[in-house]
């Protein structure tokens, strides 16, 4: 059973910096793809970027260039480092294992709103 513990969220104002962190529970982390999704409210929560446990990264078009993940093992951390944000950016977000399944649980998320 993976506990997931978000933090790092706040208010900024657009143009501004943040750095968002997970904390993992369980041994699977080092043998897991990680991931960091967003939810509007209403809505389903969307992956933004994933890291494999090799480092391989993904990121979505509206984030690239932007947006950093990166993850210590040893830690059992993730990380999101999130630069020149955007208002559009504002949202909940979660880290989870990616693919992410109906059964696997989720944490409490952290707010990220930037102001414009």
Not at 27 to 43: C, D, L, S
Not at 52 to 67: A, I, P
Not at 71 to 87: F, G, H
């Amino acid at each position: 059973h993976v506990q997931l513990v978000e933090s790092g969220g706040g208010l900024v104002q657009a143009g501004g910096s943040l750095r968002l962190s997970c904390a993992v529970s369980g041994n699977i982390f080092g043998r897991v793809t990680m991931g960091w999704y967003r939810q509007a409210p209403g809505e389903q929560r969307v992956l933004v970027t994933s890291i494999t446990n090799s480092g391989r990264t993904y990121y979505g078009d509206s984030v690239k260039g932007r947006f950093t993940i990166s993850r210590d093992n040893a830690k059992n951390t993730v990380y999101l480092q999130m630069n020149s944000l955007k208002a559009e950016d504002t949202d909940v977000y979660y880290c989870n294992i990616y693919p992410v399944t109906p059964y696997d649980s989720w944490g409490q998320g952290t707010q990220v709103t930037v102001s414009s």
